[in-house]
Each structure stands twice: as structure tokens, then as C-alpha cells.
């Protein structure tokens, strides 16, 4: 009965997460200019190998820029970084 009870809390906490990055995705940006245009330059280069960041409609590099544009509009205040 425990298993099922972790699974029912980790499904809850999946949903709570889902609905969290629904709602920031929804607002506004705020992200500057120059955020945006580093994050375009950026994710063309993660893993560009790779089959699934290798072109502009790869799943993963689709992904990664709806999620960083998510965290850009989250985190408005520190907009986007970009690790050297």
C-alpha cells in the first residue's frame, strides 16, 4: 500500500510542477532584447551532434528553448545567463 501512496504524491507533485510551468509560461515576457537573442544563439549549439538538439524542429531543441524562455520569464529580474 506504500508504493502506491509514493506514486499517488509523486504524480501529485508532477501535476503541481506542470501546472507551475503552465502559468509562467503564460505571462508575459519580460525578457530583454539581448536575453533573447544570446538564448537563440545559444541553443543551436547544446549538443549540435546530437539528433535531437541537430536542427531548429528537433524535439530537444524546441524544448530547450520553450524552457528557457520559461525560466527567462520566471526569473525576470535575472533574465538569461550564460555559463563560460
Not at 507533485?13 to 545559444?42: G, N, S
Not at 524552457?67 to 535575472?78: E, G, M, V, W, Y
Request: aromatic share 8%; proline share 6%; charged share 40%.
Amino acid at each position: 500500500m506504500e508504493h502506491v501512496e509514493e506514486r499517488t504524491d509523486q504524480e501529485m507533485d508532477y501535476k503541481r510542477a506542470q501546472e507551475i510551468y503552465l502559468r509562467i509560461q503564460k505571462k508575459e515576457p519580460k525578457a530583454q532584447a539581448d536575453d533573447l537573442k544570446t538564448l537563440r544563439a545559444d541553443v543551436p549549439r547544446t549538443y549540435p551532434e546530437e539528433p535531437f538538439f541537430n536542427t531548429d524542429e528537433a524535439p530537444g531543441r524546441r524544448s530547450l528553448d520553450q524552457l528557457l524562455r520559461t525560466l527567462i520569464k520566471h526569473s525576470s529580474s535575472t533574465g538569461y545567463t550564460r555559463y563560460e
